[in-house]
């Protein structure tokens, strides 16, 4: 389907919406964020600070990105903020979040000082009655509460989630609490309900768990399969700085197909908009590479050549597996032979809705155009079949020789940081190292009875398992920058688990888990705290940024690894003596500034007091280059040293073949659990392949919930500003709508702007309907905003209900990725 089949076209929704390719970047404040908060010069730079004003480099915390900020403060008070010039993301631009900063730090319902809990009822509509109290008496509460459970050798019913850690000094630190204090279930974070899908799928291909880095700007063709490119993408602010170059200044302009289940602000402004049919992103994949091997589009420097030169791929026909020549991929031809080779545009328009003449046109422009890449996340891979979505989808990137490529995509490399002050193996006691918790598995990885294969995390399945004992319940649990009643699919189910436990939660703002708290530890806000933050995956090239407080807190608030730091003193034994050695993240920073020394960043950076001024080391360029099928590695002049099989293999290709695998040795090993336990062909399952997505909920429309440009992970939530500007597109300002077909709704008896209940086996909740030709008729949408019960004055009670409430929680058996887009409900006038 495309958009031209929904009776709307490209022009009508850019005249609409007001959104122009050419001019998204100005409509959406790029240029100096919001001028109303803080005028820029006539070039959109940050003006020089006047007399009294300083300025601090720090980063943004409005998403993973890292931008680099400069934050004006006069007289202590933070009046500005704009993006660094000198900062490789942000280019002394930002997002329009990125100047919301002073409203978080001013947020008039933050909590103030650690608090407690003295009504022993639990629910949403149970007012917790808070005290204030002291840190001294709210450490020593929790401190307690740990050693106890310590001394009856249960230590694995404390656990410890977080959502997205930043550095050495806070996510860093939890791996070693667990670890001496003894529990498996510290910690658990939340990749299966971002982005584990993605990751996955990668490891199972080119042995890398991990996120892609991109280098846009060198690329000209980009396929986006379910990717916000525009919207929510990471990092996005720069997503924008490179839409600008690479659709304006570059020449060739780079050509943009880009796939989705509705028309947003990335499809308006693509060269080719196609609207699918949720779930089935891999057929479209399956297709597009069924064309690139019959007509002879593929890479041979990359991928490699029948002997004889003569192409033998042919629809519906199988290939000697020994007339031809793989290079850096593993199983090509057992994959045409077993898959590929029925996966025809004819039978992939079937699947998707996309007609067939589009998915040949975008398989010619992707094998033809070089460089090119094809990037993914949730849109294609949070499903029942994600893995194998993002497998073949990936496989693109090997077909055209992008992995590595100049205007391809690698990985991210990790920054030259110092060692810790002190080493946690001369801290473990017995107990840390041989104490009962050891025979306790984890308790989020144990929600299906036949388990999750490559899962590394199930915070989604925390709750359920609790409640049903599955395989112990829980007795206290400690949150860090996750809110999951508000982030868990069908989080109904964590207000009851959470009624049964003790609850610690280390949130600065007063939202739906802090509801159910009985000790609150508030973090400062970020332009309070000091914070090291390797880069999210970037352009690959190694960079830590460090968020430096541009004013002093303005309450009796901690830095969540100084609390952490701070617990781990007051556990007996050794365990307390390692934290009081490790003395505060101060002192952890400053160590991991010391590699610096040795390997000083390209801005001069190589000291901790470097790193302060600055507030990013970094070093280019990537390290590792592929030219046409050979690997280089930099030499300090160039791209000249040549690599080795073991060297590609140990640095680039981790996989058992030391190649991209088309047939996966990760899920080979594996393929006797997989066959049994899900029931899939033991002789297929190892390969990139077709497999309808299961769909609960018991409706007749998919149900998707995107992320907008302003969407701050639930940080946003209570910002007038933010929620003014929530929904462009749509029009929603005081809300969000859902956006419905227009005959989809008519059918139903529901006019435009007409308030709507949304039903699902797990729940329902009310909206208001947009009328929006460019959404798919079969599918609802509904941005992941508003729909809070408490998180601050602004934030409550706001329609629409929120998209959790609806969805069932279904997770990928292989990837325990949550399956948010799954789910099906129903809709009816309210």
């Not at 919301?100 to 650690?114: A, V």
């Not at 249960?154 to 630190?173: K, N, Q, T, V």
């Not at 790193?611 to 000249?640: C, I, L, M, T």
């Amino acid at each position: 389907m495309t958009v031209h089949d929904l009776k709307t076209t490209r022009r009508r929704f850019l005249q609409a919406t007001g959104l122009a390719s050419a001019a998204a970047t100005d409509v959406l404040g790029l240029s100096a964020g919001l001028s109303a908060l803080a005028p820029a010069d006539a070039q959109g730079q940050a003006p020089a600070a006047s007399a009294g004003t300083k300025i601090t480099k720090s980063i943004c915390h409005q998403c993973p990105a890292r931008c680099g900020i400069d934050v004006y403060t006069t007289n202590g008070r933070v009046h500005a903020i704009y993006g660094t010039l000198d900062h490789p993301i942000s280019n002394g631009k930002l997002c329009p979040k990125g100047p919301l900063g002073s409203y978080i730090l001013y947020d008039p319902d933050r909590f103030k000082q650690p608090m407690k809990r003295t009504n022993p009822k639990k629910g949403r509509n149970e007012d917790p009655k808070f005290v204030p109290i002291s840190w001294n008496e709210a450490l020593d509460a929790v401190a307690a509460r740990l050693n106890g459970l310590r001394d009856k050798g249960e230590s694995h019913r404390f656990a410890l989630c977080f959502g997205r850690g930043w550095g050495a000094s806070d996510a860093g630190l939890l791996g070693t609490f667990g670890k001496l204090y003894g529990s498996p279930n510290v910690p658990i974070g939340h990749s299966s309900m971002c982005s584990d899908g993605s990751v996955l799928s990668k490891q199972c291909t080119d042995g890398n768990a991990s996120y892609s880095a991109y280098d846009y700007r060198n690329s000209n063709y980009l396929l986006m399969f379910g990717v916000g490119f525009l919207e929510a993408f990471r990092p996005y602010n720069y997503n924008m700085q490179v839409w600008g170059y690479i659709r304006g200044d570059k020449t060739p302009k780079t050509r943009v197909t880009a796939i989705d289940v509705h028309v947003n602000t990335t499809l308006a402004s693509a060269d080719r908009a196609l609207l699918i049919k949720p779930g089935t992103d891999g057929a479209l994949a399956l297709a597009i590479a069924h064309v690139i091997l019959a007509e002879g589009l593929w890479d041979r420097p990359f991928v490699g050549d029948f002997r004889d030169g003569v192409n033998r791929f042919k629809s519906g026909q199988t290939v000697d597996a020994a007339g031809f020549e793989e290079k850096w991929v593993k199983g090509l031809v057992e994959w045409w032979n077993i898959e590929l080779k029925d996966r025809t545009p004819k039978w992939a328009a079937q699947v998707t809705t996309i007609a067939e003449a589009d998915i040949v046109a975008v398989a010619r422009e992707f094998g033809t155009t070089r460089p090119a890449i094809a990037l993914f996340e949730r849109g294609a891979h949070a499903h029942t079949n994600g893995i194998f979505n993002g497998m073949a989808i990936h496989t693109l990137n090997a077909l055209v020789g992008s992995l590595f490529a100049k205007g391809g995509l690698m990985y991210q490399m990790g920054p030259s940081y110092g060692s810790m002050p002190v080493s946690d193996d001369d801290y473990a006691d017995d107990y840390a190292k041989n104490g009962p918790w050891k025979k306790f598995p984890r308790i989020d990885l144990q929600g299906h009875p036949d388990g999750y294969l490559l899962a590394k995390n199930m915070l989604q399945e925390l709750a359920p398992n609790h409640l049903a004992g599955k395989p112990y319940k829980l007795d206290t649990v400690m949150f860090y920058l996750t809110n999951p009643i508000w982030t868990a699919p069908n989080g109904q189910v964590w207000e009851e688990a959470l009624k049964g436990l003790f609850v610690i939660d280390t949130s600065p703002f007063p939202g739906e888990t802090a509801v159910f708290a009985d000790i609150v530890l508030p973090d400062h806000t970020y332009l309070e705290r000091m914070q090291d933050a390797p880069t999210y995956p970037f352009q690959g090239f190694p960079m830590a940024q460090l968020r430096v407080p541009a004013v002093k807190p303005l309450y009796d608030t901690k830095y969540f690894g100084d609390t952490l730091i701070e617990i781990g003193k007051r556990i007996k034994g050794p365990m307390g003596e390692y934290y009081k050695a490790l003395k505060d993240t101060d002192n952890v920073i400053r160590h991991l500034a010391k590699g610096f020394e040795n390997d000083p960043g390209d801005n001069g950076v190589n000291s901790f007091e470097k790193w302060v001024e600055k507030g990013v080391w970094y070093k280019k360029p990537y390290f590792w280059q592929q030219v046409r099928g050979e690997f280089f590695e930099w030499d300090g002049r160039g791209y000249n040293k040549p690599m080795s099989a073991a060297e590609i293999k140990d640095k680039l290709l981790k996989t058992p073949s030391g190649k991209f695998e088309i047939r996966s040795g990760y899920l080979e090993k594996n393929a006797d659990w997989i066959a049994a336990k899900t029931g899939r062909n033991k002789a297929r399952l190892m390969f990139p392949q077709w497999e309808e997505p299961k769909n609960p909920g018991g409706g007749d429309l998919y149900f998707v919930t995107p992320k907008t440009a302003m969407h701050a992970e639930g940080r946003g939530g209570n910002l007038p500003i933010a929620i003014a500007h929530m929904q462009p597109v749509a029009g929603g300002r005081q809300t969000v709508y859902v956006e419905i077909y227009p005959q989809t709704a008519r059918a139903r008896g529901i006019k435009d702007g007409d308030k709507v209940r949304i039903k699902s086996s797990v729940g329902s909740i009310e909206a208001f309907c947009r009328y929006f030709e460019g959404v798919r008729p079969d599918t609802l949408v509904l941005p992941m905003e508003h729909g809070h019960w408490a998180h601050g004055r602004w934030a409550k009670n706001r329609l629409p209900g929120h998209s959790g409430e609806v969805t069932v929680n279904q997770s990928d058996r292989i990837t325990g990725q949550c399956n948010y887009y799954t789910t099906k409900v129903f809709v009816e006038r309210a």
